[in-house]
């Protein structure tokens, strides 16, 4: 079992943390010589996709890379065609939703309850029944949040399983096909104490390197 991390590789140690947790073999690069070498993608964070994606003008958007942007498009797109499990965190899941069809809301009139402040936030979220992240994490739980876009139209096949207080969309899981997404940074939440509350982000990493 080899996990192809699809993102740049200076930016990616939470990333190549949380999955050596899970003892899962992986690579991170954007440039795989053999995709049919991975048996799962993850999609890992970072700025924010280029709006023409999405046939939008550039209404509060930063750190945008359209060549980034082709790089992932392209890998999630050999993985589904090979139907292969995906998973999706932060700008991860927006990649889901854009490369399928989706939109972006380009700055959040609530992004002050969501961006990174120095730190990740941390906020609730209702998880919904019959989805991974139910069985994963019961009706509610604590996570941290670390964004200022959030999802629009929701791409074709896929249902909303996870949203903030605010209606901010936390999660989405494909119907039929083995992907999901999340808002939020399940790689790091070991960084808070356990007295937070803050979901094990964990137990997501573990059911996407072992189960999904």
Sequence with gaps: MKILIAGIPQYAANYEH????????????????DLSSYDRLLLPGGGDIHPSW?????QGSRSVDPE????????LLGFLQA????LGICRGLQII??????????????ADGHRFDG???????????????????GGTCLVNSAHHQGLGRIAAGFDV?????????????????????????????DRFPPQTGVADGGKLIRYFAERM
Excluded: M
């Excluded at 949380?18 to 010589?33: E, H, I, Q, S, V």
């Excluded at 939703?97 to 609530?110: A, C, E, R």
């Excluded at 903030?164 to 939020?184: F, K, N, S």
């Design 97 to 110: 939703n854009v490369g399928l069809g989706g939109s972006l809301i380009q700055d959040l009139p609530t």
């Design 161 to 189: 399983t996870q949203t903030a207080p605010d209606g901010v969309v936390e999660a989405i899981e494909h119907r039929t096909e083995p992907v999901l997404g999340v808002q939020w940074h399940p790689e790091r939440t």
């Design 119 to 137: 730190r990740d936030q941390l906020h609730t979220v209702r998880c919904f029944g019959n989805s991974h992240l139910y069985r994963l994490y």
């Design 18 to 33: 949380a999955l050596t947790l899970c003892g899962a073999d992986f690579d991170t690069t954007l440039y795989p010589a």
């Design 54 to 58: 999405f046939g939008q003008e550039d």
């Design 83 to 86: 139907k292969k499990p995906v």
């Design 68 to 75: 980034l942007d082709r790089l992932q498009f392209r890998l």
